[in-house]
């Protein structure tokens, strides 16, 4: 495990010496340190970008020789694929089968975008037929510059690898801050990088706090876009702090995500589905299925299979065989989230499942699957992102109050519908407002579609084409072909 930062192709102490202690959630127990950089280190890291991006090959290389790398970086993913997963158990928390497979996503992620920075070196301009024929035009893409990319700590390498595929693709450099409560498997990428000898400066890694380690990206005069996952409180800041160079900004927020179950569905399916949208990585998922609205004549039985299975969910720490819920990533986030059920409890919500720690896990920051009921459409926890394992049920009438209901939010993540009359879901997937829609499931992602949301919950969209784009700049060339002159001043 690594001590050091990663800046300039070399392992470095942060320049103040300071370390930040990292957590086994499920014990309690500190069991390494990071290092903490500060505004000094970050400096050396952009600058190390910048000469990179202004004077390296990696720029210049072509396509076909940065897929290369990324698919090298797949390869040693994959290798190092169950190493990482443990590791990333113990630094958040989640069942290991879950880590496994965000191993094998990260891995998928690399080899993507090497696809599509191959595919560029095929289609290196795009013609422009325009009105005037004395003009010939081609558009060419090229990599926009240093990314400052920051990320949080729910999906730890998942997250890292949906900006540092996509950029080093594209021919960007990076200068990567995840969180301070995940940092671990993100340093390893720094190991796998070196391993695979992608040139100095390409990649940089600070941990750290996001105000000692992110706001300094976030201000840096060289950093040429902001690619930003995490809360939106903390997505604003960084808009603001953009805003002063008026860089290119990316944010993936968070999120409330309705999951509208029809009476017509198959109860047996819902249910399944809706656990797997709010209990899969304890509920710390950005698009959770975090309010179920449920057609009135099915609420009772639907509510009454998502009570009796969500009690059977195994909990336990993530390494332990059979573990289906972990524990909440650190004290803070645990408290949080029991001080917003017992919100809930005071606005009137009934706790129908859950609500408390688990009895026998004396340690480890661990919660029941939580269901609430009986809240009003005002309540705070039916409207706010609570990022746990704590869902919030409601009954609807007909489709116009559950699209209603659905869209009363200041997020739009992600929405999901169920029924079986297939031309009523899409009719309600289309009047969602989100940017993510599932029909008759709920979470499955994919590296080749678009992910993002509209409202508050974001800015851009990653992953697919989208996600290459996020880190291309868009040039016009413009020729003045014709042989006469152009005639407006000398005629
Ligand atoms: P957070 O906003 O607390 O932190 C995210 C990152 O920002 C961390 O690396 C943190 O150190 C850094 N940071 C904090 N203050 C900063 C500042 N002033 N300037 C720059 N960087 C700063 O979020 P979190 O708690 O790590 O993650 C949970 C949130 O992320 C949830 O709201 C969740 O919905 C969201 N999320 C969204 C997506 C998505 O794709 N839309 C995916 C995962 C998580």
Request: charged share 25%; with cysteine.
């Amino acid at each position: 495990m690594q001590t050091r930062l990663f800046i300039d192709g070399e392992w470095v102490a942060p320049l103040l010496g300071g370390t930040l202690p990292v957590v086994d959630p499920a014990t309690e127990a500190v069991f390494h340190h990071i290092p903490a950089a500060s505004a000094d280190d970050v400096d050396l890291a952009v600058r190390a970008a910048r000469r990179a991006f202004d004077e390296g090959t990696w720029p210049r290389m072509t396509g076909g020789q940065r897929a290369r790398f990324l698919r090298a970086i797949a390869d040693k993913v994959r290798e190092k694929k169950d190493f990482l997963a443990r590791l990333e158990v113990r630094d958040n928390g989640k069942p290991f089968p879950e880590a496994s497979w965000d191993m094998d996503d990260v891995a998928g992620c690399f080899d993507f975008y090497a696809g599509l920075a191959e595919e560029q070196d095929n289609n290196p301009e795009e013609a422009i037929p325009l009105g005037d024929a004395r003009f010939d035009c081609k558009v060419v893409k090229e990599p926009l510059g240093v990314v400052g990319a920051i990320t949080p700590w729910n999906y730890p390498l998942l997250m890292v690898a949906w900006k540092v595929a996509p950029a080093l693709a594209a021919g960007c450099t990076v200068v990567l801050k995840p969180s301070e409560l995940a940092s671990l498997t993100t340093l390893e990428l720094g190991v796998i990088a070196e391993e695979t000898g992608l040139p100095a400066g390409v990649l940089n890694i600070v941990t750290g706090l996001g105000s000692d380690a992110g706001q300094p990206i976030t201000e840096h005069p060289l950093v040429d876009k902001l690619a930003f996952t995490g809360s939106v409180a903390t997505g604003r800041k960084v808009m603001i702090a953009g805003a002063q160079d008026i860089k290119n900004v990316s944010l993936e927020l968070g999120g409330k995500s309705p999951f509208v179950v029809f009476a017509d569905s198959d109860i047996e399916k819902a249910v399944e589905w809706i656990m797997f949208g709010i209990f899969w990585n304890q509920g710390q998922v950005c698009s959770a299925t975090s309010r179920v609205l449920i057609e009135e004549s099915a609420y009772d039985r639907v509510l009454a299979r998502l009570v009796e299975e969500s009690r059977k969910i195994r909990i336990g720490n993530g390494l332990d065989e059979g573990t289906l819920l972990g524990p909440i990533i650190s004290r803070g986030q645990h408290d949080k989230i029991l001080a917003a059920i017992e919100r809930g409890r005071e606005e009137g919500a009934t706790v129908a499942a859950g609500g408390r720690r688990p009895d026998g896990l004396s340690h480890g920051y661990f919660i029941e699957p939580t269901i609430l009921t009986g809240m009003g459409e005002d309540a705070w926890v039916w409207k706010e992102e609570i990022f746990g394992p704590v869902v919030c049920v409601k009954p609807f009438r007909d489709e116009a109050d559950a699209i209603r209901m659905a869209n009363d939010s200041k997020y739009g993540l992600a929405a999901a519908v169920m029924s079986k009359d297939r031309a009523r879901a899409e009719r309600v997937a289309r009047a969602f407002r989100a940017g993510i829609v599932w029909i008759n499931c709920s979470q499955p992602t994919f590296t080749d579609a678009p992910w993002g949301g509209y409202k508050q919950s974001g800015v851009g969209r990653e992953l697919g084409r989208w996600g290459f784009e996020n880190y291309l700049e868009t040039k016009q060339i413009t020729g003045f072909s014709s042989d006469e002159p152009w005639g407006w001043y000398i005629k």
